[in-house]
């Protein structure tokens, strides 16, 4: 900072009457005088400069005085889907539209997924994940369009170093989301409800996504068999026939949405539902709304996914010359989990290691049950619950 001193200190004059300047001044004043605001006037601007850099600095840099990079409203980003020296963006923070428009198809249809820690120890559910798409059937091309969004920072940066992937942060304050969130705790549902939010702002951003919980399985390319003719249709735990029977169990799991005033509004209701029904998680009050009024105002028809293509435990896909996708329910426990779709994998292996004519020609299925459940999570969680009130009961009595 320039430091700016006067050399004879202070003069303490006072003018005379004609307020002229005394000679022994003369035309030296008037030099020392301008030479003095000149200096002045630069010193303001230098300061003024650096107070407001400085200011920019501080605004961009949030948490961290080395992070230099516009931050979205939500959380941060990176990238790491580089492809050329325009696209290579190292250390840069993304915002959430610009993450949406470089992992869009050409219609601004995303897939989006949610990743936490629990979930991305090796050879966990995570890589089994990818894996499907590497050996799907014309699934490995849709992977470039997917958004993994990590719920803590440990998925986060696992994402980051999974090559070609968009990844996204979003945090909630005051929730760690980082351990496995069992059915039905208060970490679970918060991290239901937040998920429910995020989708409707990307439906309000314009985009259009497939929704798909990282424990399912991606054997064939989905979009062929959607339904063209609606905006909101998700995959079901037990499917009846009918894909406007409401009657079909739905799975929050799997849903294809495309973006129009309908459902955004639905989904707005959707999450707002969740004050009048306290304690549900997302599923369960679908399962209520769907029936409500409001629906049938905004014109939303709500169409369920067919199991012959879109299969779970619960109900799976028999045939896999048919199979697109096959979800993990009605399994508690990660564990159950991944040694199931180890199984799956297997069997999907075996399959396409087959000669084409002999896929077409057989039926060919799974090769083993699931280590399932006979109940959804939903259902295990209350039988669990009614177990454990006939205990408390009956210690309450015995003692």
Known sequence: MMEIKSEGGPTNYTGGGDGQTPPEMGGSHHKNHNYFWHHLLKAVLVFTMVTLACLVIFQTSANSPFQFFPRSIYSFSFSTNATSADDQINDKELSLEQILERASMADKTVIITTLNEAWIEPNSIFDLFLESFKIGNQTNGLLKHLVVVALDQRAFEHCLNSDGLHCYFLTTDGTNFSGEAHFMTPDYLKMMWRRIDFLRIVLQMGYNFVFTDADIMWLRNPFPHFYTDTNFQISCDSYGGNPTDLRNAPNGGFNYVKSANQTIDFYKFWYESRVRYPGKHD???????????????????????????????????????????MHANCCAGLDNKIHDLRILLDDWKNYLSLQENVRKTNTTSWSASFVSSPYSEEEEWKQKKIISNIIGTVFRVTN
């Open 283 to 325: 599923q369960d009050v679908l399962n209520k709304i769907k029936y409500d009024p409001f629906v049938r105002d905004i014109n939303l028809e709500i169409k369920f996914l067919d199991t012959v293509y879109f299969g779970g435990f619960c109900q799976p896909s028999k045939d896999l010359n048919l199979v697109c996708t």
